[in-house]
């Protein structure tokens, strides 16, 4: 298959009267990196959320070739989707390797110890925390727990929202090394940043989200050295400097 | 009073103590998985224990028909709720595990009554036919509002309350039953004396304690459905069918409910509507616990159940009041040691 592995088209969701997303279509092509960037409030985790079917949308979401739109969350975890949300939404009171464990649900006991073995080798930190409470671990331990209990589902398409917010600098730069990598290992990546930079850095394509709509798209690259995003997300100074 | 009655009061607040202790781990449980407060636990106790009685008499059980009758109705309500999306494959499925086979056990078990069947067999039929009502009961009534706020939920359990308790009268009729004792016979044990019915309670309370501890801490689906409790949209994200789950804790609720009901069958006279205040018991343990720990809710219902008794001796007209009254210092304590939180948030 060679087509791209989501596409959405003219896709709105709304919160009661608010139309947080309006007419969004997005392409993202298997085995690329594709970031939305936006500042706060411009629907970006909406976004996402109506792609994992959190939040309800209309418009046409096609993945694998196949509408979703009617699938059930946990339908479209079984299809390859998986969403890191901002929140993490770990299960606190649990320990780091029942979080991993019941990110392969789907998949059943076999995938397991394979599943298991593959992200304490990403992180190596996890092993080392393994017997640990969730709700113990620092913040960037909890993105990457995060990260790893996603890729126990062996995701076709990882969405991370956020994966750098209030993660000290040094770790920022670890998680977008382990994004890079995961392409590298054959997972297609939609990243929702408000560090700009370092998104248009590992991205390939690149969307610009505001009040909801897409205001421009285009090769990351191509975007990084426009003086429009350059003015309003990328700075002089580079608050968020990776 | 000397130390034997003393040590008698005891065993017998031990012993109830011990019941109460399995529905309120019940209603942590349920409200854990679903965060519905389960009003209604009792009357799967009263139902186990009045489906015993019918097989012990020889009667075909009224929980049989009762299970046809709530099959087609979830069959019947969920494809109408679902006609947009509904599938061959699931119709088939719902025909098979709602119609067909409380039909088939309807034959069975009106066949098999008639000849007294043996105690074990009679446990293993009531079990048949009581746990499979429990899922029924959280599709037909929670399932549609599963998103709802737990007041509403609370309100929902109330009213399936009522329709439980007349369903009960309906299906048993007003009188009550007693059980044979599993274990018939005293044992003396220095200056007390066992009823061999105690003992099964004790142990089968023990048993159930521990099974459900392993399940929770040591298999996949328990740990599925803890994990659905601490974080339901975790639980979704890792593709946890979060309905599924409420399924399957009503199912354990309703098999915990009615081997509870076979159990205290013999030591109590058990009618229709017997199994609320018996409920209500958990329910005060479950609050000390804050509906929330499993250690804490056996503790407590223990020790609603030989406060019980203790009062039951000094001032037996208002045993009830003094236990129910329990719950509001109960209730005064939890909320001075508990940091408040919108009771909304997820």
Same mark, same amino acid.
């Given at each position: 298959m060679s087509g791209p592995i989501l596409e959405l088209k003219n896709v709105s969701a709304s919160y009661e009267k608010v139309e947080a997303v309006r007419n969004v279509s997005l392409q993202l092509d298997r085995g690329s990196i594709v970031t939305v960037i936006g500042a706060n409030g411009a629907g970006k985790t909406t976004l996402l959320n109506a792609i994992m079917g959190v939040k309800s949308a209309s418009g046409s979401l096609r993945f694998k070739d196949e509408d979703i739109a009617a699938l059930e969350i946990e339908a479209r975890v079984g299809a390859g989707l998986c969403l890191v949300p901002e929140?993490?939404?770990?299960? !606190?009171?649990? !320990?780091?390797?029942?979080?991993?464990?019941?990110?392969?649900?789907?998949?059943?006991?076999?995938?397991? =110890?394979?599943?298991?073995?593959?992200?304490?080798?990403?992180?190596?930190?996890?092993?080392?925390?393994?017997?640990?409470?969730?709700?113990?671990?620092?913040?960037?331990?909890?993105?990457?727990?995060?990260?790893?209990?996603a890729l126990m589902s062996k995701p076709a398409l990882l969405m991370l929202d956020e994966p750098s917010l209030g993660l000290a600098p040094r770790i920022v730069k670890?998680?977008?090394?382990?994004?890079?990598?995961l392409r590298q290992a054959g997972v297609s990546i939609l990243l929702v940043e408000q560090n700009a930079r370092a998104a248009l850095h590992v991205a390939d394509y690149a969307y610009v989200m505001e009040l909801g709509e897409v205001t421009m798209h285009g090769r990351a690259s191509d975007l990084a050295a426009d003086p429009r995003i350059i003015e309003s997300y990328l700075g002089l100074g580079g608050r968020h400097d990776t | 009073?000397?130390?034997?009655?003393?040590?008698?009061?005891?065993?017998?607040?031990?012993?109830?103590?011990?019941?109460? =202790?399995?529905?309120?781990?019940?209603?942590?449980?349920?409200?854990?998985?679903?965060?519905?407060?389960?009003?209604?636990?009792?009357?799967?106790?009263?139902?186990?224990?009045?489906?015993?009685? !019918?097989?012990?008499?020889?009667?075909?059980?009224?929980?049989?028909?009762?299970?046809?009758?709530?099959?087609?109705s979830a069959a019947v309500v969920e494809t109408i709720r679902e006609?947009?999306?509904?599938?061959?494959?699931?119709?088939?499925?719902?025909?098979?595990?709602?119609v067909a086979m409380p039909i088939a056990l309807l034959l069975i078990v009106s066949t098999i009554a008639p000849t007294k069947p043996a105690l074990w067999l009679s446990v293993l039929l009531t079990l048949a036919l009581v746990v499979p009502l429990g899922p029924l009961v959280y599709r037909l009534a929670f399932q549609p509002i599963a998103d709802a706020t737990v007041l509403t939920l609370f309100i929902a359990a109330i009213g399936v309350h009522f329709a439980m308790i007349g369903l009960g009268l309906i299906f048993f009729?007003?009188?009550?039953?007693?059980?044979?004792?599993?274990?018939?016979?005293?044992?003396?044990?220095?200056?007390?004396?066992?009823?061999?019915?105690?003992l099964v309670i004790l142990a089968a309370t023990a048993a159930l304690l521990a099974a459900l501890w392993f399940f929770f801490e040591h298999s996949m689906l328990g740990k599925a459905l803890r994990a659905t409790a601490i974080n339901r949209l975790g639980a979704r994200l890792v593709g946890i069918p979060t309905r599924a789950t409420g399924r399957i804790a009503f199912a354990l609720a309703a098999a915990i409910g009615a081997l509870s009901g076979t159990l205290i069958g013999s030591l109590t006279t058990i009618s229709y509507d017997s199994g609320f205040i018996i409920s209500l018991k958990g329910f005060v343990a479950a609050i000390a616990a804050g509906l929330a720990s499993y250690p804490v809710t056996v503790v407590a219902a223990i020790g609603v159940g030989v406060l019980e008794s203790f009062a039951a001796f000094f001032a037996s007209a208002y045993k009830e009041v003094i236990v129910f009254s329990l719950i509001i210092p109960?209730?005064?304590?939890?909320?001075?040691?508990? =940091?408040?939180?919108?009771?909304e948030e997820e």
């Open positions: 929140k993490r939404e770990l299960f !606190s009171t649990m !320990s780091v390797e029942d979080n991993l464990r019941l990110g392969a649900y789907r998949l059943g006991g076999g995938a397991v =110890a394979e599943g298991l073995q593959q992200v304490f080798r990403r992180f190596p930190r996890l092993l080392e925390r393994r017997a640990q409470v969730a709700g113990t671990l620092s913040g960037g331990e909890r993105q990457m727990l995060a990260m790893g209990r670890d998680i977008f090394q382990i994004i890079v990598e | 009073m000397n130390s034997t009655i003393a040590l008698f009061l005891l065993q017998d607040g031990v012993i109830n103590g011990a019941i109460y =202790a399995l529905l309120g781990v019940t209603l942590v449980l349920i409200f854990a998985v679903t965060r519905v407060i389960f009003v209604p636990q009792g009357e799967f106790a009263a139902w186990g224990a009045l489906t015993l009685a !019918s097989l012990e008499s020889g009667a075909t059980p009224g929980t049989a028909l009762l299970l046809v009758v709530l099959g087609v006609r947009a999306s509904m599938r061959p494959a699931r119709l088939g499925v719902m025909a098979v595990r709602d009729g007003a009188e009550g039953f007693r059980n044979e004792p599993f274990i018939a016979g005293v044992f003396p044990l220095g200056p007390l004396m066992f009823k061999g019915q105690s109960l209730l005064i304590w939890r909320s001075l040691v508990t =940091a408040h939180h919108d009771e």
